[in-house]
């Protein structure tokens, strides 16, 4: 069974960084693509930052693109969000995600993604 754990989230004040982390088990980590989303009241999930499963492509949203920063760590089968710059309108919680096929490139679709985490909270306060 494939489980994920998020955790990182707070509030912070606009301008201010988080990290967030996300700890998988139950498959072969290293072996899929992450991503994160995020889903804010009364919006759609919206993809955030996705991380091939080698680490060597990554593709982020333009509305987070030079302030986020997706990596991971195959040997601790754990995924990270660094978040810096943040604004209010990056308050929503936020989920991890593993590609539902193996050895892919990271996309921005949902339907690419299989299991997801419970999410964490990230709110910024202006």
């Known amino acids: 069974q494939v489980q994920l754990v998020e955790s990182g989230g707070g509030l912070v004040q606009a301008g201010g960084s988080l990290r967030l982390s996300c700890a998988a088990s139950?498959?072969?980590?290293?072996?899929?693509?992450m991503g994160w989303f995020r889903q804010a009241p009364g919006k759609e999930r919206e993809f955030v930052a996705a991380?091939?499963?080698?680490?060597?492509?990554?593709l982020y949203a333009d509305s987070v693109k030079g302030r986020f920063t997706i990596s991971r760590d195959n040997t601790k089968n754990t995924l990270y969000l660094q978040m810096i710059s943040l604004k209010p309108e990056d308050t929503a919680v936020y989920y991890c995600?593993?590609?539902?096929?193996?050895?892919?490139?990271?996309?921005?679709?949902?339907?690419?993604?299989?299991?997801w985490g419970q999410g964490t909270q990230v709110t910024v306060s202006s």
């Open positions: 991380i091939s499963w080698s680490t060597s492509n990554t």
């Open positions: 139950g498959r072969a980590f290293s072996n899929y693509a």
């Open positions: 995600s593993t590609a539902t096929r193996i050895w892919t490139m990271p996309t921005m679709s949902r339907a690419d993604y299989g299991y």
